[in-house]
């Protein structure tokens, strides 16, 4: 399915700025770091990618043209394709569902082809996604379970639902957390050996 409409991607003016992905050469001595790459098409998996943390190219070969920051949280941003023409791009479902799931004053709007998610990096370099996201896609996919928080005990303990994606989870436990006084996360189920 094709964007219906060119999407409006700017922060909120109440945003930090968004990181700088692209560094002027020998400024800093740049390492390599992980990002998350997220596929428009949901049969590509998510997947953690090593980029340079001063090299815009390979992110820009990620999403397919020129970059624009997108705000998730103070943590990460979101990286998507800036030209006009994206919007003739399929709709990126995962990365939406990311972006509402830590951006709750994130506008609806559509995504447009891959992205890449970052850390907020500093001018000059872009730092690596955070550890949580990259944690859960480092493994072969799986379940992921949403579990509670007791209020009392400070116990987590599950509620039953399970997801075979990632961003669907993330989604779906962000708003359990926003609707509800408890607090609500997203677990990898692990996989029980088979005998």
Not at 153 to 170: M, N
Request: charged content about 25%.
């Amino acid at each position: 399915m094709a964007c219906p409409h060119p999407p409006d991607l700017q922060s909120p003016p109440d945003r930090p700025s968004p990181p700088d992905p692209i560094g002027p050469a020998g400024d800093r001595a740049g390492g390599v770091v992980a990002v998350v790459a997220i596929p428009a098409d949901p049969r590509g998996p998510a997947r953690v990618e090593a980029v340079r943390s001063e090299d815009v190219d390979p992110l820009r070969r990620l999403v397919g043209g020129d970059l624009r920051a997108l705000f998730l949280d103070e943590d990460a941003w979101l990286l998507v394709g800036q030209q006009p023409e994206d919007r003739d791009r399929p709709v990126n479902t995962r990365a939406r569902l990311l972006r509402g799931a830590l951006d709750p004053d994130s506008p609806g709007e559509v995504i447009c082809g891959d992205a890449v998610v970052v850390g907020p990096g500093y001018p000059g370099a872009t730092t690596a996604a955070p550890g949580w996201l990259r944690d859960f896609l480092a493994d072969p996919p799986g379940l992921f379970g949403i579990e509670r928080e007791h209020s009392r005990s400070g116990l987590w303990e599950a509620t039953g639902k399970q997801f075979g994606d990632v961003f669907e989870g993330l989604a779906v436990a962000a708003i359990m957390t926003r609707l509800s006084p408890r607090t609500f996360r997203l677990t990898r189920i692990p996989n029980r050996p088979t005998t």
